[in-house]
C-alpha cells in the first residue's frame, strides 16, 4: 500500500503560545492522571490504536471542513454563517490533538499509513458553487457530523476518568455547533435549490449514510471480540453503541433531510445491522 505515515508535530514557541491562548482548555485537562496498573498489554494496545484512529479521523474532518468553508466563500453564503464554519477547522485541529495525546497517555500513537490528497471525496467540479457546497455540507456535516453528536454525547456520559471525560467532553461541545451548522445551511439553501438538485443532494446523501452503515456492520461483526471492562478506556459496548446509531441516524439525519425536500433511498430502511436492537 502507497501512501504517508500519519505523523504530526507542533511548531513550538510563540505559535503554541498562541494557539494554546486560543484553547486554554486543552493544557488545563488532567493529563497524566491515568492509572494504567490494571490495564493489561492487550488493552493499552488497543487504546493506543483507538486515540490514533480517532485523531486521524479528526484530521479527516478538518479537511472536510476546510474544503467546505472554501465551497462557502465561493458560493458567497451569508457571511456570518460563513464566520460560523471559518471555527470549525480549529475546532479540528484541537479534536486532532486531544486524540493524539490520549493515545500518548497509553504509551503512544500507533501506524496509520494515507493518501493525503484522498482523505475526503471533494466535489464535482461541474456542479455550480451553490450545489458544490450543498453537496459537501449534506456530507460532511448533515450526515457525518450529525451523527456523530449522540454517539459522542453517549461515550462521553459513560466515560468515568476525568481525563477522558474532559477530552470528550470538549470535542462534544465543539461538534454540537458543527451538526447544527448543516441544517441552518440547507433552511438558507434550500429555497435555492430545485427539486431535481435536491435529489440530487440525496444522491450524495446516500452515499455517506451507506459508508457509515458499512463502518457499523464490520463493528458489528466484531461484536464480541474481548473488550476491556475498565472503564479508564472510556468506550461504550458495541451493542449499544450500534443501537443508538441505528436509531439516530433515523431521527437526527434522515428525518431531518426529508423534512427539507432531500429525499432519502429507500433502500436504506432496510439497512437495519441484523440485531444491533436487541443487543
Ligand atoms: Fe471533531
Ligand atoms: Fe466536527
Not at 427539486?195 to 461483526?221: M, P
Amino acid at each position: 500500500m502507497s501512501g504517508e505515515l500519519f505523523e504530526l508535530e507542533l511548531l513550538g514557541g510563540a505559535t503554541e503560545q498562541r494557539f494554546r491562548r486560543m484553547r486554554p482548555e486543552v493544557e488545563a485537562m488532567p493529563w497524566g492522571t491515568l492509572d494504567l496498573s490494571r490495564v493489561t498489554e492487550e488493552q493499552r494496545i488497543a487504546a493506543r490504536k483507538a486515540w490514533t484512529g480517532s485523531a486521524y479521523q479528526e484530521h479527516r474532518t478538518g479537511a472536510a471542513c476546510a474544503l467546505t468553508l472554501q465551497a462557502l466563500i465561493e458560493a458567497r453564503a451569508p457571511l456570518d454563517l460563513i464566520a460560523v464554519a471559518s471555527r470549525f477547522p480549529l475546532d479540528e485541529m484541537v479534536h486532532v490533538e486531544l486524540c493524539a495525546r490520549m493515545a500518548m497517555e497509553f504509551g503512544g500513537g500507533t501506524e496509520i499509513i494515507h493518501d493525503p490528497k484522498a482523505m475526503v471525496v471533494g466535489c464535482d467540479a461541474s456542479l455550480d458553487p451553490l450545489m458544490q457546497v450543498a453537496d459537501l455540507v449534506v456530507r460532511f456535516f448533515c450526515v457525518g457530523e450529525a451523527i456523530s453528536i449522540p454517539l459522542l454525547r453517549a461515550t462521553w456520559h459513560v466515560a468515568k476518568h476525568p481525563l477522558p471525560k474532559a477530552v470528550l467532553g470538549r470535542i462534544v461541545k465543539d461538534e454540537a455547533a458543527h451538526g447544527v451548522f448543516g441544517f441552518t445551511f440547507l433552511d438558507w439553501a434550500c429555497s435555492r435549490l430545485s427539486d431535481e438538485e435536491k435529489a440530487r443532494l440525496g444522491v450524495s446523501a446516500d452515499l455517506a449514510i451507506r459508508f457509515l452503515f458499512d463502518q457499523w456492520l464490520d463493528l458489528h461483526a466484531r461484536r464480541d471480540e474481548p473488550r476491556p471492562e475498565d472503564d479508564v478506556l472510556g468506550w461504550m459496548q458495541t451493542g449499544a453503541y450500534l443501537d443508538l446509531a441505528n436509531r439516530s441516524m433515523q431521527t437526527l439525519v434522515i428525518d431531518p433531510l426529508e423534512a427539507r425536500g432531500i429525499p432519502i433511498s429507500a433502500q436504506l430502511s432496510e439497512f437495519r445491522l441484523p440485531d444491533a436492537a436487541a443487543e
